[in-house]
């Protein structure tokens, strides 16, 4: 399948800062997710491809086009920025007709396309409501509603959840889910949260420090990331030389040891290990890898099972 | 969570059973929009539009209309005047009186209503352009096959459009009114029907002007009233200023200092076009400079600010 979205050497420098360093990846139908912390470069990578920002060096395409070339190719692409946008003195109907508008559609349609996809979204009620008066949910909402409004190829979300409670981010990240499986419109989604992108993306790319870190199915990282933490009382270094003997791989910091293992085995080598040098177990059980770890592991650790 | 319902036909929205729970999402099927997408011009179109509707408030808050009404109503009010007392001094005292003492007429207008149309650009002016950066909007327009450049000129056009009618209309009320005032209104028409390229040209260099240099001072804020009140400190200020400077330096220093009355730089034009002096500038020593150095100083001071604006613009998109 041709790819919707690609970076080839994407380099971008702001003056003495590097916010992008040799990036390439590519993006084809369904939920991708960019995870990185503040200042990872995310916001700049959806920036170039939507044509904001010339890359220093390298290439972005969107939809076979170059992205800082042809500004036709936006008509079928989408944006939902991370930050407030929308006009504070009009209702979400006019906002939304006016923005399909300026997408290229034409004012009937633009008028039924706007009334269809606040439905969509969940604000029906609300349309004629001037969207001062918004909570931080509905504006977030009406925000996605203008990215969906024209119907594009693609959409570009820079963190959709920031701001919203538990159940406004759930519904947030059912929405998305939904614009994929039921609109069938691909989408590119950064985020800081590992949760978000777990639960939603089909596929991940990691920046961290503008540096590409990691690329591939989201199934690969789960697995990946559950590490059994063990704590015992006494016979510490017996119980990790047991465990070594087994081929499992081991760490530990102050309190718990972590145990490396994607498959059931691991539980039997540990249970082994117990026994033979008699430690006494105190708890046991899986642990879900911060997204800051995740981070500090090296590239080439996830590169079996996880190529794009 | 979210609830999703499935229902047959967009128009049942679930009333049947009574009010839907908060977060109801209506799921009558996605459909694929295939229709006409007309791009670039579509989005300019757009731009256009909505300009026009923020700079009168049409389909905004009863608050966002008060202003510009009220300065639009003063502008054709005057006009109004200006045909009543003329046609009053013509009914009552006799035909021609009017001209023969001098009585403002075409030519006059925009010299005594430049100020209170450049208050009315103040006002309107920073409605275009600083919400759209305050609020964030402009990132949305520019995501959308729209540049920069698209963006400042579709939004000048419209509010020198608005500019040009709210210029126009008052000499248009005051033309019909001259007319009914007279004796004979079609002989009126036969006789001074070449005033009407005159207020026209003339109304022309004034919306130019003064649009320009009001949206290049709301391009340098997004806080709406900083621009208003900068806009009509502007006129304020420099207005008697000249006046009163120019009158005490005198001569040639006196004539180039009576240049910079910002109010005066298009009623130069005006009288140009219709070869007599209005009101406002008879006084000032600048109107004393031959044609073409008031009619260049008018271009600079409409081409250097749309440069100023354009290039700002313009840099938003690579």
Redesign the interface.
């Known amino acids: 399948m041709e790819a919707l979205l690609s970076a080839e050497n994407l380099t971008k420098h702001y003056k003495d800062v590097v916010a992008l360093n040799d990036v390439s990846f590519e993006i084809s139908d369904g939920i991708t997710g960019i995870l990185g912390e503040n200042g990872a470069g995310k916001s700049t990578a959806i920036k170039i491809f939507l044509g904001l920002l010339k890359p220093s060096s390298g290439r972005a395409t969107i939809l076979g086009e170059d992205a800082s070339g042809n500004i036709i190719v936006r008509s079928r692409l989408g944006y939902m920025p991370e930050h407030d946008c929308l006009p504070t003195n009009v209702t979400a109907a006019e906002f939304l007709t006016h923005m399909a508008e300026m997408s290229g559609l034409p004012p009937s349609h633009a008028r039924s396309r706007a009334a269809d996809t606040l439905r969509h979204a969940g604000l029906f009620e609300e349309r004629y409501r001037s969207m001062g008066g918004y909570s931080t949910g509905m504006k977030q909402r009406v925000k996605l509603a203008q990215a969906l409004v024209h119907d594009p190829a693609v959409v570009l979300l820079d963190e959709p959840t920031a701001g919203l409670d538990p159940a406004g981010r759930e519904e947030m990240l059912d929405l998305v889910r939904k614009t994929h499986r039921d609109f069938g419109i691909s989408i590119l989604f950064s985020s800081h949260l590992m949760a978000d992108v777990e639960r939603t993306c089909d596929r991940i790319i990691v920046l961290q420090g503008g540096r590409l870190v990691q690329s591939g199915e989201v199934k690969s990282f789960t697995e990946e990331t559950e590490t059994v933490f063990i704590e015992i009382d006494t016979n510490r270094e017996e119980f990790i030389a047991a465990l070594e003997k087994r081929n499992v791989d081991v760490t530990q910091d102050g309190g718990g040891i972590f145990v490396e293992g994607s498959d059931e085995t691991v539980y039997d080598h540990v249970r082994d290990a117990l026994v033979e040098s008699k430690a006494p177990l105190r708890r046991m059980g899986p642990r879900r890898r911060a997204l800051t770890e995740l981070f500090e592991r090296d590239g080439d650790d996830f590169s079996a099972g996880a190529g794009s | ?2 609830n ?1 319902r499935d229902s047959g036909a ?1 128009s049942a ?1 679930g009333s049947a059973e009574g009010p ?1 729970a908060e ?11 295939e ?6 011009n ?2 300019r ?3 256009y ?2 300009g026009i509707k923020n700079s009168l408030g049409i ?3 009863p608050k ?1 209309k008060i202003l510009p009404w009220l300065f639009i109503g003063i502008l054709v009010m005057v006009a109004g005047i200006m045909a009543l007392i003329a046609g009053a001094a013509d009914r009552f005292v006799g035909a021609g009186t009017a001209e023969a003492a001098g009585l403002p007429s075409h030519s006059d207008y925009y010299g005594i209503a430049s100020i209170i149309l450049f208050i009315f650009a103040a006002i309107s002016a920073p409605e275009l352009l600083c ?2 950066r305050r ?3 402009i ?9 920069g450049s698209d963006y400042i000129i579709a939004r000048w056009a419209s509010f020198v459009s608005v500019i040009l009618v709210v210029a126009w209309l008052p000499q248009f009320i005051l033309l019909t009114g001259l007319a009914m005032g007279a004796a004979e209104p079609a002989e009126y028409f036969k006789d001074n029907w070449a005033d009407i390229p005159k207020f026209v040209g003339a109304g022309a260099a004034v919306a130019v002007y003064t649009s320009i240099l009001a949206l290049v001072v709301a391009g340098f804020t997004t806080r709406r009233s900083y621009a208003s009140a900068f806009l009509v400190g502007l006129f304020v200020i420099t207005t008697p200023f000249t006046v009163w400077t120019a009158e005490a330096i005198g001569g040639t220093s006196g004539q180039w200092l009576s240049m910079f009355n910002l109010s005066n730089i298009p009623v130069h034009v005006n009288d140009l076009l219709f070869k007599e002096v209005s009101g406002v500038t008879s006084n000032a020593p600048a109107g004393e400079f031959d044609a073409w150095i008031l009619i260049s100083w008018f271009a600079v001071w409409t081409i250097v600010p749309a440069g100023i604006l354009w290039a700002r613009y313009r840099r938003l ?2």
């Not at chain 2, 990132?139 to 959308?144: I, P």
């Open positions: 969570m979210t999703v967009p929205s839907p977060g109801t999402v209506f799921d009558i099927g996605y459909q694929k929009y229709g006409p997408r007309e791009g670039r579509r989005a179109m757009s731009i539009k909505d389909g905004r808050s966002a919400p759209d609020d964030g909007v990132n949305l327009y520019l995501v959308r096959p729209l540049t998109t690579p």
